[in-house]
Every structure is written in structure tokens, then in C-alpha cells.
């Protein structure tokens, strides 16, 4: 499997998990990336902020990893949060796919850390 994406992990005191995802996602490499966010989670966690503001591609595998994150997260009463900038290539997939009806999404980090507080 060839690395796609990079995932970078940040804390935000002890119950806000970020990730930035840093490149391409697709079905080579969805599922690994998925299986990365969740190990970032603990019981402690009450939101995991995934910022795709360094995405740059997203296929359907990559949009179902993140509605199948949600519903997880749900499970577990955490919240999922997502950073799409304004401008982002993203955008017209996430809105055709209904994420954006589906989960929060914001502009910023700064948006998206205020929103999972």
C-alpha cells in the first residue's frame, strides 16, 4: 500500500482530538486511515476535529469513512467535526454527498474547536 495522506494528530487539553490529513485519500488507503483516527481516540475523547484543510483529493471511500466515523463516534457520544475551508476543492463533494447537513463544518481550526466546546 502506497501512503497517500499523512495524518497529523494534535491534542487540544484532554478531551479534543485534531487530526490534519495531509494529502490524498482513497480506497488504497481509506481504511488505514480510518484504523489511525480511531486509535487517536480515547474514552476521554469528546470530539475528534478532522481538518482536511491539506486534503486534496477525496473519493467515495474516503466520504464513507467519515459517515461510518460519525456513526461510531455517535455511538460512543462523541462528536465528529470537520475543517473545510472556504476555497477547498472538497467542498462541492462534501455538500453533493450531504455531509455538511450530516456533521458540522467549518472554515476554520479555530471554528471547529469552538463548535466541539
Not at 473545510?84 to 472538497?90: A, E, I, T, W
Not at 455538511?100 to 467549518?106: L, N
Amino acid at each position: 500500500m502506497r501512503q497517500l495522506a499523512r495524518i497529523v494528530p494534535e491534542t487540544h487539553g484532554d478531551d479534543i482530538v485534531v487530526a490534519r490529513i495531509e494529502g490524498e485519500i482513497d480506497l488504497s488507503n481509506a481504511q488505514p486511515i480510518g484504523n489511525r483516527l480511531r486509535e487517536l481516540l480515547t474514552n476521554r475523547s469528546v470530539a475528534l476535529i478532522v481538518d482536511l484543510e491539506g486534503t486534496t483529493y477525496l473519493d467515495s471511500s474516503g466520504i464513507a469513512l467519515l459517515f461510518s466515523l460519525l456513526d461510531e463516534l455517535r455511538r460512543r457520544q462523541q462528536q465528529l467535526h470537520l475543517v473545510v475551508p472556504r476555497g477547498s476543492q472538497l467542498l462541492r463533494v462534501l455538500n453533493i454527498t450531504g455531509i455538511d447537513s450530516a456533521m458540522p463544518m467549518y472554515e476554520t481550526l479555530d471554528g471547529a474547536l469552538a463548535g466541539a466546546r
